[in-house]
């Protein structure tokens, strides 16, 4: 997975939006779909809260967004699995490459996801009142594309072999009685 650029409604000050309009942010959206010369002429989707299509105060911003040709996938917003998926990002995979790189554009990702802290009562989950908007963005997009589980590394627990001449193993047995 690559996160190559984004576009953040957030002013110097941390998690102070800069108060846009639905149709300002789906403009200025369009306007870099249309104009990035690594997206230009490609069908983008976003992948977005399921929020967004809500209807019960009027139109949705899911339907605001499609105005101004800006479109949307409904995101898993399961928190725990969608956690587990960044995390899953995170890590190598069995070739020792990453999982996901994120290019030096995407400033409000490398600010905040590197501060992010756990709910100190649901420890599972991050505390939601720190700045993670891009963090939700991002655990939407893992969900759209879940890696699955690493497989889980058996290692062989080391014993103890009195007839083995492996310093090793000689040096583990004398810091075992040593330790006594």
Not at 10 to 19: D, Q, S
Not at 31 to 53: C, M, N, T, Y
Request: hydrophobic residues 30%; contains cysteine; aromatic residues 14%.
């Amino acid at each position: 997975m690559y996160r190559i650029l984004e576009l953040y409604g957030c002013t110097e000050k941390p998690n102070t939006g800069v108060k846009w309009s639905p149709d300002e942010i789906f403009r200025k959206v369009h306007e870099v779909e249309e104009e990035h010369r690594w997206l230009r002429g490609k069908q983008i989707f976003g992948i977005a809260d399921p929020s967004i299509w809500d209807v019960s105060r009027g139109e949705s911003v899911a339907e605001m967004a499609a105005k101004q040709k800006v479109y949307f996938e409904p995101g898993d917003n399961h928190r725990m699995n969608g956690w587990m998926q960044c995390h899953y990002r995170l890590r190598f995979d069995e070739n020792g490459l990453p999982n996901f790189y994120c290019f030096n554009t995407c400033k409000a990702f490398i600010r905040t996801i590197p501060q992010l802290k756990y709910d100190e009562h649901k420890v599972e989950d991050i505390d939601t009142d720190m700045e993670d908007h891009i963090a939700d963005e991002w655990r939407y997009v893992c969900m759209a594309r879940p890696l699955s589980p690493p497989a889980a590394i058996q290692s062989k627990p080391k014993t103890y072999d009195p007839l083995s001449i492996d310093s090793d193993t000689r040096y583990d047995h004398y810091d075992f009685y040593r330790n006594l």
